[in-house]
């Protein structure tokens, strides 16, 4: 019988340690590296490619382009649109803004409530717009999907709309067999949980509140209806968040991920300050560039539970659920649509500052905009708000 090769697990991590070198330079664990940009978006290609048509196919070309030579108002529709269906979360992860406050002013500002959640009628208005434009749908921003009781019934009809759905979960909870059946189930085509560490000790540190059986359990089941079954959804991606604390538990970690049949497995270096702990102060707008210094207005929305819109999930995270936040919203769908918003004059001006900083930064309300103070196109020095929060021990670096 000739000798079965061992399964491949595509890994995408930046090399800044030892440890991940080793993991990466493994051959017994069949891993691939993709590095640099050109990696990220292969570890996100599924979102893009499967089941394509020839509509999206067109769409995603014409964004291309777009985004090439600089246009404002965008003929193309977004490729990506991130549903904030909820923001509430079971956890309370070190760098989040759902972090125990312990005194500090800018978490204890954070306000979440169990209302907090989009309606499956407000949601189906979203798909029915960009069904067969958009590629996919990416149910989550600073909340667990999971939390939603409706989550299924919502990857149910994205995926009858012909969008792939991506979900990011960190999969800490109590599910029976057939509630892990159903999920499987639901339509979800992409799915990402977070797994930082296998014992409980080194997993709780950052990923406080959650139980790491309970998440591999989750994981083993899901993957094993899957196969028996054999879907070909969801793809699953493992992210390991890398510290120092728990970077002895990559190796382990990557044969399980192998063994349970996880189809790709994302290593990164974990963050030591919490998301809303800083705030900036503006130097000056970067030089212009050959490209826009942002793909985030040509080719992407997030859109909030209750339909408020913003252009990124990685700006201003601390102030979108905190009172009295500025939230900087650039309008919202269930007043404007997907294709008014996208195209309004606020969508227009952020598309002229990532492509031409300098000339866009001292546009009549620039400094009002949503990406005002952004480290993508702005020189800023970031000022901490506080350093009481408990410490996390950083990635040490290989010498």
Excluded at 109 to 124: D, G, I, L, N, T
Excluded at 337 to 344: A, D, K, P, V
Excluded at 346 to 363: D, F, G
Aim: net charge positive.
């Amino acid at each position: 019988m000739a000798r079965q090769e061992p399964r491949t697990l595509a890994m995408r991590t930046p090399s800044t340690h030892a440890a991940v070198d080793a993991a990466q330079q493994s051959e017994t664990l069949g891993i691939k590296e993709w590095n640099d940009w050109l990696g990220e978006k292969w570890r996100r290609k599924g979102w893009f490619l499967d089941n394509m048509t020839a509509r999206k196919l067109g769409n995603l070309c014409l964004a291309g382009a777009e985004y090439l030579t600089r246009r404002d108002t965008m003929r193309a529709w977004p490729l990506v649109v991130k549903i904030d269906i909820s923001p509430l979360c079971n956890l309370h992860c070190t760098v989040c803004v759902h972090a125990e406050p312990n005194g500090e002013a800018y978490l204890e500002k954070q306000s979440f409530q169990a209302r907090q959640r989009m309606s499956v009628p407000e949601y189906q208005r979203i798909i029915d717009e960009i069904q067969g434009r958009s590629m996919a749908v990416s149910l989550y921003y600073l909340g667990d999907p999971l939390m939603h009781p409706d989550v299924d019934a919502m990857c149910g009809i994205a995926r009858r709309a012909g969008l792939n759905v991506h979900l990011s979960t960190n999969f800490s909870f109590h599910w029976d067999d057939d509630r892990v059946r159903r999920h499987a189930e639901s339509g979800v085509t992409h799915l990402t949980v977070c797994v930082d560490g296998l014992s409980q000790e080194k997993y709780a540190r950052t990923r406080v509140g959650g139980h790491i059986a309970m998440v591999l359990s989750n994981l083993e089941r899901l993957l094993k209806h899957r196969n028996e079954k054999k879907m070909k959804y969801p793809k699953v991606e493992v992210q390991y968040l890398v510290f120092d604390h728990n970077k002895d538990e990559i190796r382990p970690a990557m044969q399980l991920f192998r063994n349970i049949g996880v189809d790709q497995v994302c290593l990164r270096e974990g963050g030591t300050t919490n998301w809303a702990s800083y705030g900036y102060e503006i130097k000056s707008p970067h030089e212009n560039r050959a490209l826009p210094q942002c793909e985030w207005p040509h080719f992407f929305m997030l859109v909030k539970y209750n339909g408020d819109v913003i252009p990124c999930c990685l700006h201003r995270t601390g102030d979108q659920y905190a009172s009295e936040g500025e939230t900087r919203s650039v309008g919202n769908v269930f007043q404007s649509g997907i294709r008014e918003i996208w195209n309004s004059p606020a969508y227009r001006q952020m598309r002229r500052l990532v492509s031409n900083p300098r000339r866009a930064a001292s546009e009549p309300g620039a400094d009002e905009g949503f990406c005002h103070g952004c480290p993508a196109v702005y020189n800023i020095k970031t000022i901490p708000l506080s350093t009481r929060l408990q410490a996390i021990e950083p990635l040490r670096r290989a010498q």
